[in-house]
């Protein structure tokens, strides 16, 4: 064999695109298997009360519209969440199968970036098949033109927020304790993000408003309905994109720092 | 620091460490502490050391995926802590844990690592074929590694650090756990890398392999290396050029019977002088460098003589001594003394 060095190319984006290319090759083959897997929640969310509440007379008509914005704000956070928490703690602790990365000629904080940049590239795909399936579940889904704009830069903070957000449990909760975490986290992430009520309305349920407004879910939900159902009441879109910067810049900072962490003994 | 040197990275020096020290945060003890050595390039150098020793921990700094409490270290000229992305690319990794990439097949485990280090895409493919045949992988090229075996693992492991033919590389404890073909196989792919020209640092805990591979062998024990020259040098110096096994039966207990030797202690009661005396006036033979009793593993006292000179010559006067003391040699083995043997001079204990 050769001992010439081959002339290589160097350079850490070069080295974050491979390893992009890595994730994508990884789990391409997976795609319908992770549709059904992240596609599953939401979709029985929206049938449930968006259309069988709705037909039953339960609620009205007009509270699907209220709900759909919010359910594609859920499927892009959470699956972000998903997509950083869990095959982080495998692929530290047990796979091990990250070290080959980590010895990638880049720094190391740039191998947890490219961790949240997969996730959230696979929390817009699912947050986009939410479309189509609304309109499957819904019969109509509520639709402007107008808010587009907004709509792909709510998307993609609240998607990267969400893989910050599992950026740093999946490397600041200790493995054995990250089954607990995800129940003791998720379910409240799941009902406090302003997903199936507008946040405005809770002004006489003041408490409750307070602890909604902590979560960063809480703006992506208020932006999708800027842009989709502005009719509705909702937080002004600076006030969402300005929570949602704020938020993304505190959990990526986390995220990273506990990513070096785990990465550097 | 007692050797405080100033770094004198030279051109044909590969790996530099200079007083390493590493405390895990969680532990009262420094994992490694104050190890100093160099390795020339070429050359392949072995850490040998018992479990929890500090070899991985050494590998960790080395490999920049552990950041040292104290001293410096450099590989191919490059500083690990101060720059740790340039030398990732001098290095190959060899793990002594599977990190395999188990949703890529083992070609591809090849090819993006290539991709990582940024090997051309048209050199990434007869490199990753060439390596492939060399372990003797082809025909698992495309499966998964969670279907591999260890000794191929391994084998994948050391193939993938080879593809973007890096200039050091690191194999901690390449043949633990392997069969005795797997680890010849693997020893000759690693002596065909170090004729190559490849800088090789191989831990390991089998002085078979320290001494089969490496040009020089660092002891390492707690953290410290407690000596470190070729092996040849290592034995001589410190447990002198020969061994001489002896067995000796005093007068009641020889010859021996099944029922003396499943007594704990046959000859001490029987013999008529103590056998610390005569391993005493063994000691004091011309040419004895020391003397070590062994764990009896029959009747009779067995000790190993460690000796300067050609150690055919002693036996007539062993022979002689012992009869004096009123025992009786009954069996003697010429040996040469290996590594192990200078473990247990170093540290008192066996390595394994
Ligand atoms: N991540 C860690 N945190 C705390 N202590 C550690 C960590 N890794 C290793 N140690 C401790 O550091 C010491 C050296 O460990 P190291 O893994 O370097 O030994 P080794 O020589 O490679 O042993 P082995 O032959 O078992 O692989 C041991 O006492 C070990 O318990
Ligand atoms: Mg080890």
């Known amino acids: 064999m050769s001992l010439v060095r081959s002339p290589a190319r160097s350079g850490a984006g070069h080295a974050f695109f491979a390893i992009l290319g890595r994730d994508i090759v990884a789990t391409g083959r997976e795609l319908p298997i992770f549709l059904?897997?992240?596609?599953?929640?939401?979709?029985?969310?929206?049938?449930?009360?968006?259309k069988i509440l709705t037909t039953l007379g339960y609620a009205t008509g007009d509270y699907a519209k209220l709900l759909f914005p919010g359910i594609v704000a859920l499927t892009a956070a959470l699956t972000g969440l998903q997509s950083t928490a869990l095959p982080l703690v495998v692929e530290f602790s047990w796979t091990k199968e990250i070290e080959d990365r980590l010895l990638a000629p880049l720094p190391t904080w740039l191998v947890g970036v490219e961790k949240m940049v997969f996730a959230a590239l696979r929390a817009l795909v699912a947050s986009l098949v939410m479309f189509p399936v609304g309109i499957g579940v819904l019969g109509s889904i509520p639709w402007r033109l107008g808010g587009l704009g907004l709509l792909v830069a709510v998307l993609i903070l609240g998607a990267l927020i969400g893989a910050a957000i599992g950026l740093t449990l999946?490397?600041?909760?200790?493995?054995?304790?990250?089954?607990?975490?995800?129940?003791?986290?998720?379910?409240?992430?799941?009902f406090t993000g302003c997903n199936q009520y507008p946040w405005p309305s809770l002004s006489h349920l003041r408490w409750f408003q307070v602890i909604t407004a902590m979560n960063p879910i809480t703006y992506v939900s208020e932006g999708m309905r800027a842009a989709l159902t502005p009719f509705i009441p909702h937080i002004a879109p600076w006030i969402c994109l300005v929570g949602l910067l704020v938020s993304l810049a505190v959990f990526a900072s986390l995220g990273l720092w506990g990513f070096l962490r785990r990465a550097i003994d | 620091m007692p050797d405080v040197k100033v770094t004198a990275v030279t051109p044909d020096t590969a790996i530099d460490v200079v007083g390493l020290v590493k405390r895990y945060s969680n532990s009262p003890v420094n994992a490694?502490?104050?190890?100093?050595?160099?390795?020339?390039?070429?050359?392949?150098?072995?850490?040998?050391g018992p479990n929890g020793a500090g070899k991985s921990t050494t590998i960790g700094v080395l490999t920049t995926r552990i950041r040292p409490t104290g001293g410096?270290?450099?590989?191919?000229?490059?500083?690990?802590?101060?720059?740790p992305v340039r030398a990732r690319s001098r290095i190959g990794v060899v793990p002594q844990r599977n990190?395999?990439?188990?949703?890529?097949?083992?070609?591809q485990n090849l090819l993006f690592h290539a991709r990582y280090h940024g090997v051309p895409a048209g050199q990434r493919n007869a490199r990753a074929n060439a390596l492939?045949?060399?372990?003797?992988?082809?025909?698992?090229?495309?499966?998964?590694?969670?279907?591999?075996?260890?000794?191929?693992?391994?084998?994948?492991?050391?193939?993938?650090?080879l593809m973007h033919s890096p200039p050091v590389l690191f194999l901690d404890e390449p043949s633990t756990g392997l069969d005795p073909a797997a680890r010849l196989f693997v020893w000759d792919r690693i002596r065909e890398l170090a004729e190559s020209g490849v800088t090789i640092l191989l831990t390991t805990h089998d002085m078979d392999e320290a001494e089969t591979l490496a040009d020089r062998v660092g002891i390492i024990d707690h953290g410290k290396l407690l000596a470190l020259d070729t092996p040849?040098?290592?034995?001589?110096?410190?447990?002198?050029?020969?061994?001489?096994?002896?067995?000796?039966?005093?007068?009641?207990?020889?010859?021996?019977?099944?029922?003396?030797?499943?007594?704990?202690?046959?000859?001490?009661?029987?013999?008529?002088?103590?056998d610390g005396d005569v391993l005493a006036e063994l000691g004091q033979l011309d040419g004895v460098v020391r003397v070590e009793r062994i764990a009896p593993d029959?009747?009779?006292?067995?000790?190993?003589?460690y000796l300067t000179g050609d150690p055919a010559r002693l036996v007539a006067p062993v022979a002689e001594l012992v009869a004096t003391c009123g025992g009786k040699l009954s069996d003697v083995r010429l040996g040469t003394p290996t590594l192990e043997d200078v473990f247990i001079h170093l540290t008192g204990r066996a390595l394994r």
Do not use: W, Y
């Open chain 2, 99 to 107: 990190n395999l990439d188990r949703s890529l097949t083992i070609r």
């Open chain 1, 36 to 50: 059904a897997q992240v596609g599953l929640q939401p979709l029985f969310l929206l049938f449930i009360f968006g």
């Open chain 2, 232 to 274: 040849q040098a290592l034995t001589h110096s410190l447990v002198g050029s020969a061994t001489l096994d002896v067995v000796v039966h005093f007068d009641g207990a020889f010859p021996s019977s099944a029922q003396a030797s499943a007594r704990p202690s046959p000859t001490a009661e029987i013999s008529p002088r103590p």
């Open chain 2, 298 to 305: 029959g009747p009779g006292l067995r000790a190993r003589l």
């Open chain 2, 32 to 48: 490694v502490d104050g190890i100093s050595f160099s390795v020339r390039r070429g050359e392949c150098f072995g850490l040998l």
């Open chain 1, 170 to 190: 999946g490397t600041l909760v200790p493995p054995n304790r990250i089954q607990i975490m995800f129940a003791l986290i998720l379910t409240p992430l799941l």
């Open chain 2, 72 to 83: 410096s270290a450099f590989v191919d000229g490059v500083n690990v802590v101060a720059d």
């Open chain 2, 132 to 161: 492939l045949a060399q372990f003797a992988l082809t025909d698992r090229a495309d499966d998964k590694p969670d279907r591999l075996s260890g000794g191929q693992a391994q084998r994948v492991m050391i193939a993938r650090a």
